[in-house]
């Protein structure tokens, strides 16, 4: 069974730092992109940012400049390093990732995500 955990989430006063890590498990033969959602309370979900297989990158506009994803293919790894944190980042940080496993299945997977809280 594929599946994808957060971990790196908690609570931090603005200007702060926090880094999310994210693991693919399971038979898996190829990850294909890697993104990260946030939502916040009463608020749609955003993209954040999204990583290519070749590491190319993007970011909502909100987050270029303090944001940085990347990826660790050998280890099935995605990170989320933030930078600069505001209160409005207060959010839950979802990982997701379109995964092929072993038997050739197509997963769009997703993690159950955490809880990233940035104190003013």
């Known amino acids: 069974q594929v599946q994808l955990v957060e971990s790196g989430g908690g609570l931090v006063q603005s200007g702060g730092s926090l880094r999310l890590s994210c693991a693919a498990t399971?038979?898996?033969?190829?990850?294909?992109?890697m993104d990260w959602y946030r939502q916040a309370p009463g608020k749609q979900r955003e993209l954040v940012a999204s990583i290519t297989s070749a590491g190319s990158t993007q970011y909502a506009d909100s987050v270029k400049g303090r944001f940085t994803i990347s990826r660790d293919n050998a280890k099935r790894m995605v990170y989320l390093q933030m930078n600069s944190l505001k209160p409005e980042g207060t959010a839950v940080y979802s990982c997701t990732a379109r995964i092929i496993d072993a038997t050739y299945a197509t997963h769009d997977s997703w993690g159950r995500g955490t809880q990233v809280t940035v104190s003013s």
């Open positions: 399971g038979s898996i033969l190829r990850i294909y992109n």
